[in-house]
């Protein structure tokens, strides 16, 4: 998921990473509920008409734990929590929806441990700034979880044991390397309006991890460790007369590719991109920060995974409408 990458950023106007020898200690939380069904960009309005839509609804906190061994050098510890759930429509032998069946994951995800390094020393009077990260990702969360679907075979229900959807999954099973970037430049004399822009990329250079899918088409029978990808730009804005208040509006992609960078892109996989408009709002006093974004969907597209491409296929993948981000920090 893009989103283990990315929380609400602290805004432009903040230095980065802060002062040298400081600690900063940040809680942030996910929430989205994704129940709009696209194959390409073309939306399946019926799967909602007739109750047919699988509905996600995930819960994503992390403690974030970052030193700043000078003002230009950090060491961020990502550890995120999953709660996630998964409802799934129950079909007759008509094919009419008749009930759902509703599976869960609540484990520890992957773990993040990213270097930053800015470019200019923030000291040096500059009216922008550039970091740039590397880092890695560790496969601590739990990538086959299980949990009893629930169907109707010839009139009776049938229960049987099965690891969870891939969507739902605390972790992907697979060694990964991060690669960001955070910047802003202050565009007016006041330093009260600035232009940002942040982006993050996972590289997963493992195939596949083991994991059934109990998929029955070609080549979709064990899970995928896919990319993942978020990049994000916009402006913000924070009189002095707002004592410590911000806010921005910008713009947001986060998804999966088709193709990895590295290794093979085989497996299960829904790749695809949603795009967004980002207002955000934040707060900031003394040592806490505390910040709000809304991206709101513009555009969203489930793109063919390899496996489609190989038997002709083109699966569809359920998005949001809108997410939640909230995020606390703390410096000392």
């Not at 939380?29 to 799967?47: A, L």
């Not at 064990?222 to 913000?236: C, K, N, P």
């Not at 590719?257 to 790749?271: A, K, Q, T, Y």
């Amino acid at each position: 998921m893009a989103s283990r990458l990315d929380a609400p950023v602290l805004g432009a106007l903040d230095e980065l990473p802060g002062e040298a020898q400081k600690w900063q200690v940040s809680l942030s939380w996910r929430y989205q509920k994704s129940d709009r069904h696209f194959r390409g960009t073309n939306e399946e309005e019926n799967r909602e008409a007739e109750h047919s839509e699988v509905i996600n609804t995930i819960h994503l906190a992390e403690l974030a734990i970052r030193y700043n061994f000078n003002p230009r050098t950090s060491l961020t510890v990502g550890i995120p929590y999953l709660i996630a759930e998964r409802s799934n429509p129950i079909r007759d032998a008509d094919r009419e929806v008749v009930d759902r069946s509703v599976v869960q994951a609540r484990a520890l995800s992957d773990m993040t441990l990213v270097a930053r390094r800015l470019l200019w020393d923030p000291a040096g009077g500059h009216r922008g700034n550039l970091s740039l990260g590397f880092g890695i990702k560790l496969p601590t969360g739990q990538n086959n979880v299980v949990d009893t679907r629930e169907r109707e075979v010839d009139g009776e229900r049938v229960l049987s044991v099965e690891t969870v959807d891939q969507s739902i999954q605390p972790g992907d099973g697979g060694f990964g390397a991060i690669v960001d970037f955070s910047g802003y430049r202050l565009l007016d004399a006041n330093n009260e309006l600035a232009a940002y822009a942040s982006g993050a990329y996972l590289i997963n250079p493992e195939g596949t991890s083991g994991v059934q899918t109990y998929r029955s088409r070609p080549g979709e029978e064990i899970m995928s460790i896919a990319d993942q990808y978020v990049l994000r730009a916009g402006l913000l804005y924070g009189p002095q007369a707002w004592k410590g208040w911000s806010v921005g509006l910008g713009g947001r992609i986060e998804g999966v590719p088709v193709h990895d960078l590295i290794g093979s892109s085989e497996g299960f996989r829904r790749p695809g991109y949603a795009l967004s408009a980002e207002p955000t709002v934040s707060w900031t006093h003394g040592p806490h920060t505390v910040s709000v974004g809304v991206p709101i969907a513009v555009e969203r597209n489930r793109q063919r995974s390899v496996p489609d491409l190989a038997n002709g296929t083109h699966g569809d993948a359920a998005f949001a409408d809108w997410l939640l981000q909230v995020g606390y920090w703390y410096s000392f």
